[in-house]
Every structure is written in C-alpha cells, then in structure tokens.
C-alpha cells in the first residue's frame, strides 16, 4: 500500500488542471513518470511564459521552442500569455506564433507583453479570434490586417503603449459591440494621424483613457451602462491642445458613478463654457490626481466647480504626487480659495461621507493638511478622514519622526473651529501605524 501510486489513479481531465498549474518546464517532466502521463502535460488549456534570465531579447530559437510546445497541445488552449523581451527583427517569428494561436480557434485570453523599446518595437499583425474574450497587448505596434472582422466575444481590451492608427483602433473599438471594459494608455498614433476617436459600445461598463499629444478628439458618443470613467492626461507642456478634448469628454460622461480625474484634466476645463446648472447625478467615488508643484489658481477653480457638480458624492479620493517640495506658496493658495465660502456645495452638506488624502511626500503636507481642514471644516456629514503618508523627504520641515504628531496637533486645532464629527486616522509608513483623532 505504501507503494502504491495514488495521483495516477485520479480522473485524467483532474490531473490535467493540475498541471495547468504548474510551470511549463514541470509539467513536461512529468511526461517521464509513465507510460499512461507521457501526453496529458498537452492537454492542459493555460500557457504562461514569463521574463527569464537577464532580461536581455529572447533568442528565435526560445520563440521556436514555444511554437513547438503550442503545436504539441492536443486539448483547446484557452489561456495564452506571453511576456518577454523582443527585436523587432523577431516580428516574423512572433507572427507565425500568432498565426498558430489563431489556428487552435480556442483562445479565450490572449496577454501579450512585449518589452521593445520605441525605436526597435515588434509589429504585429492581428489576426480576427473568434473566441477571444480578453486582450491585452503592451509595447508593440498593432496593424490590423485586411479583411479585419474583429473578436465577435470580446469583454476586455488593454492597450498600453501601444503604436496604432487612428483608423485601425477606431475598428477596433467599434467591430467589438460586446466591450466591457477598455483601457488605453499612453497609446502613440502614426505618424501625423493623431487619434480622433468616437465611444459608442452599448455595454460598455468601465472606460480608462490617457489623453496625450497623439489625441486630438475623444468623444462618448453612446455609452449607457458606462460606470466607472477614469481619465489621465500626460500633455503636461500644452495644456490648450488637450482642453476641447477633456471638457468634451468630461461632460459627456454624466452616467458614470465612479469619476477619476488627472491634474491636466482638471486645468484644462475651461468652465466658463460649461453650463452652470451641469452636474454628474450619478457619481458616487471621485478620484483626483494632483501635482503639489502645478497647483494655481485654476486648478483650485475646477477643484471647486467639480464639488459643485457632483451632488451626490460620497467618497472623495485625493492623490497628490510630484517631484516638488510644497512650498508655503501652494498651502496659502489653496487655503485663500478653499476657505472662502461656496455656494451649492450640496455633497459636503448631505452625502459626502469619506475623505482620502494621500502623500507620497511629506514636502506635501502643507496641501494635504489644506485639503483636510477645508473638509473637516465643511463638510458636514463626514465620517471618516484618512491622511496617508508614505515616503520621506530631507527637504520637508516636517521630518519623518515628527510628521505624525505635528499632523495630528495641527488636525486637533482644525477640529475646535467646526463641528463636525469626523475620525480622523493619520496612517504613516508601510507599518500602517495609525493615530485616531477624537
């Protein structure tokens, strides 16, 4: 009985799904335990292949190797993902693995990261998988070939800096009815075609746009079941060119409930050319992006105007990032502009329930602490107020040792002047160390 083989008497289709779970490398081995295990290793429906050795490109025959194993499986390959580095000289071999996969006719989940650098990057040529649910493509450059009909059952795309037309991603977007979820990143247009690009997916549920030089128009034409809209901008040395971009995006998503906004987005509204009565009624999670060193006036404006228009609100999440140190100058500016009073600020009177300031510096804490007093102080139905810290800085006035209690005391001064009910917990560290503030 000691002897006795117990794995090999379980269900085949079991003991493939557990070698679906273990690295490719073991999985073939096991092919030398019998007679009876020699081809259930090519049965398994999930391939991963990650980074090995230094990180430098991968040798064709590598990408040789991968096409035999895929050519090898004799079960539907569901899962394939694949992250490595590549030349562009190896195109045509990762083509004919392409080719291969879309042969198989089974691929539900395709992740291709490919780690080529702008001036060598792999082209691909993507081929119509008709089975295709999930798509994830990283650092390529994507052509649609001719006679292009799409992924009939695609949920979810990732695109992240990714080189693709304008005219080859608007296919894209439009032949795939059943999107789900989009993400788009830092995506590059070709040549001096910049994107130009219309929404209108009936399903569409969660949208991620980074909006940089290569855009031109972005605009949700249709997308009812849209709820979570997050919208960065990397154009930080022109901020006019993206304004008509943003603010007809921004306006256009008034069904959202989930709202993530970047700082260029914030100064790139032009507000005078919004309706004064605009609001979104369906948001309830704002999420803002901020530069401690671009904050101005302007900023400050549509920190408010956004406020105003989103009624219903009931976590707010502020993120303030930059290289800078924060200068008295950003602190006194904000506090003159936030302190003074506003009208038709109704989520801080009803709804607003949940504050998150979070620092990756303490040279930020002079904006954090304004952000923390302006709510404690407006907002009256807050429950909860979170200040987190991260990282350190020499630069700061507040050294590491004392940001917490100087933190808390200047926090206990801001709650005599109001009324509100708040805790306040200040989590500095990755210890998550935490200080309740009655």
């Not at 009939?152 to 693709?164: A, C, D, F, G, W």
């Not at 406020?307 to 707010?316: A, D």
């Not at 502020?318 to 003074?340: A, F, H, P, Q, W």
Request: proline share 3%; charged share 20%; with cysteine.
């Amino acid at each position: 009985m000691s002897g006795m083989d117990r794995i090999s008497l379980l269900p085949s289709e079991l003991i493939v799904s557990i070698l679906c779970r273990l690295p490719l490398k073991d999985a073939v081995r096991t092919s030398a335990l019998a007679r009876s295990w020699r081809h259930l290793w090519t049965f398994r429906s999930r391939l991963r292949l990650g980074m090995s050795g230094n990180g430098s490109p991968v040798t064709s025959s590598w990408i040789e190797r991968v096409h035999h194993v895929v050519s090898s499986l004799r079960g539907p390959l569901l899962h394939f993902a694949l992250c490595q580095r590549f030349r562009s000289d190896q195109s045509p071999l990762l083509q004919r693995l392409l080719d291969l996969l879309h042969q198989k006719g089974s691929v539900e989940t395709l992740g291709l990261v490919l780690l080529s650098t702008v001036s060598d990057r792999v082209v691909i040529h993507l081929p119509s998988f008709h089975s295709l649910e999930r798509l994830t493509l990283y650092g390529c450059r994507v052509v649609l070939p001719t006679g292009f009909q799409g992924f009939e059952r695609l949920s979810n795309l990732t695109l992240q800096y990714v080189q693709i037309s304008n005219d080859d991603l608007n296919l894209l977007i439009h032949i795939s009815n059943n999107l789900t979820d989009f993400k788009g990143v830092n995506l590059v247009a070709s040549e001096d075609h910049p994107y130009s690009i219309k929404f209108n997916l009936p399903l569409l549920r969660c949208l991620e746009f980074s909006i940089n030089n290569s855009v031109e128009k972005v605009q949700v034409v249709s997308a009812p079941c849209l709820e979570q809209a997050s919208i960065l901008s990397y154009a930080y040395s022109n901020i006019e060119k993206v304004a008509a971009v943003t603010l007809g995006f921004v306006t256009s998503l008034v069904m959202v409930s989930s709202l993530n906004l970047g700082l260029n987005v914030l100064k790139s509204l032009s507000l005078a050319s919004l309706p004064s009565n605009f609001t979104f009624p369906q948001v309830r999670r704002l999420m803002l992006y901020l530069n401690v060193r671009a904050i101005d006036k302007r900023t400050c404006d549509a920190f408010i105007w956004l406020l105003r228009s989103v009624p219903f609100l009931i976590v707010l999440y502020v993120k303030l990032g930059g290289y800078s140190i924060d200068t008295n100058r950003n602190g006194i500016l904000m506090r003159e502009l936030l302190l003074k009073k506003h009208d038709g600020l109704s989520c801080l009177r009803q709804t607003l329930k949940c504050v998150i300031i979070d620092m990756d510096y303490l040279n930020h804490a002079m904006t954090g602490l304004t952000l923390v007093k302006f709510f404690l102080q407006n907002a009256s139905v807050l429950k909860l107020m979170k200040v987190v810290y991260w990282t350190g800085s020499e630069a700061s006035h507040w050294t590491g040792s004392e940001f917490k209690p100087r933190m808390v005391e200047e926090i206990e001064k801001a709650k005599v002047t109001t009324s509100s009910k708040a805790k306040v917990v200040v989590i500095h560290g990755r210890k998550n160390v935490t200080v309740n503030v009655k």
